[in-house]
């Protein structure tokens, strides 16, 4: 087990799950988003799951083909419990590291990107959801805003404007859609997310 992957690990074992600062009952915003923009209802990724459930709704929303990603054991497994015996795939992997084995209709990531501060793991990403998405797809992306937090859980983290989503995936697709959310954790604190839709290039 990586010390990353120890690091979030303790968060889910050591705390209950709803009293997390990333903790909400429902990604009401992403959910959203999802609904407006997704180009199908079949396949989607949800990286960085963080014991949502967003899968749960999704599938209920009728959603075939739903993944799930987290470096977290625990936290997949809550995520797993809240979707039932729906089929939803469990993905446990370290997303600076991972390789996809089939694409998706849309990529969903709410408040794992901005964790990754090394250049070179910035890029990874970025081309891993042109890699991944298939043309036409949609990749929805929640991140801290330049007046959000500069760590959370005890890490940097990376503070990202709508220019700078724009040059990291220009090679994804154009930016769609951009606003802005403040995320109130369980204990009171509001943090300021942007969110950003960027569509795949048909090519």
């Known amino acids: ?18 009293t997390l600062s990333w903790w909400t009952p429902h990604l009401q915003t992403s959910f959203r988003l999802l609904l407006a923009y997704a180009p199908s209802r079949h396949s989607l990724l949800d990286v960085g799951a963080g014991a949502s459930t967003l899968a749960a709704d999704a599938v ?3 959603w075939t083909d739903v ?7 625990p936290a997949l497994e809550i995520a797993r419990d ?5 089929p939803v795939k469990l993905i ?5 590291t991972w390789e996809p084995e089939h694409h998706f209709d849309t990529w969903h990531d709410r408040a794992t990107f901005h964790f990754l501060t090394d ?19 949609l990749f929805i992306l929640g991140t801290f805003a330049p007046d959000g937090p500069q760590t959370c859980s005890g890490l940097p983290v990376r503070r990202w404007r709508p220019d700078d989503v724009n040059e990291t995936f220009a090679d994804v697709g154009p930016l769609v859609h951009h606003e802005t959310e403040d995320h109130i954790t369980p204990s009171g604190v509001v943090q300021s997310f942007n969110w950003f839709v960027i569509r795949r290039d048909q090519a």
Not at 1 to 12: E, F, G, K, P
Not at 119 to 137: E, K, M, N
């Open 60 to 62: 209920a929303a009728g």
């Open 1 to 18: 087990m990586s010390d990353l992957s120890q690091h979030w690990t303790a968060r889910y074992v050591d705390n209950n799950h709803t």
């Open 119 to 137: 250049d070179h793991d910035v890029a990874r990403y970025a081309s891993l959801v042109r890699h991944a998405l298939t043309p036409g797809g």
């Open 67 to 73: 993944t799930i990603l987290d470096i977290a054991r």
């Open 92 to 96: 446990e992997a370290d997303i600076r």
């Open 82 to 86: 809240a979707v039932g015996d729906a």
